[in-house]
């Protein structure tokens, strides 16, 4: 089975400040890794995913996250941070055969501070 | 292109009652996947629909059910309602055939509130 722990609950920290949001995951077999986003009274956005290839992968909004495979971590930072990068942030796996199912972690409150 | 509806926003039930929410999912997306929310168990997968076929479900109990119609919009339903089905519903669409890597688009959800 697979599982996803996201190892701080909250993180706070102050603007322009850099920023690293931990995600390691349990899996047996090839998975696949997403981080996902959810501002207050919304629904989750896609920020990045890792399928294969490169370890390093971006998203437009500055966030990036590296694939380790020996670490089975995923860890999602930003250089600097804004106000608006005020979320609950989530990791995600998923797995071949297990159709149109994401695993999530149980997801870190990331509290932005001017 | 529209994002992904769901109906209503907002839902007070009582004990016992059931309830029926809506999805639409993006124009095109034919896989449809629901998910609950909540402080204590976090995201759960609930089920996936494609083809209006069930092709994967979580480890949920029968009172929850669901459908997808020909044109891939899906309904949840859930029979007789307990306090801790008090959650944000989630749904999320895909544009294929719902693989492992397809990026899901989620919709706003539907906040149920069981009195």
Known sequence: ?114 | KAGVTQTPRYLIKTRGQQVTLSCSPISGHRSVSWYQQTPGQGLQFLFEYFSETQRNKGNFPGRFSGRQFSNSRSEMNVSTLELGDSALYLCASSWNRGGPGETQYFGPGTRLLVL
């Open chain 1, 1 to 114: 089975a697979q599982s996803v722990t996201q190892l701080d609950s909250q993180v706070p920290v102050f603007e322009e400040a850099p920023v690293e949001l931990r995600c390691n995951y349990s899996s047996s077999v090839s998975v696949y890794l997403f981080w996902y986003v959810q501002y207050p009274n919304q629904g989750l956005q896609l920020l990045l995913k890792y399928l294969s290839g490169s370890t390093l992968v971006e998203s437009i909004n500055g966030f990036e996250a590296e694939f380790n495979k020996s670490q089975t971590s995923f860890h999602l930072r930003k250089p600097s941070v804004h106000i608006s990068d005020t979320a609950e942030y989530f990791c995600a796996v998923s797995v071949a055969g297990n159709t149109g199912k994401l695993i999530f972690g149980q997801g870190t409150t990331l509290q932005v501070k001017p």
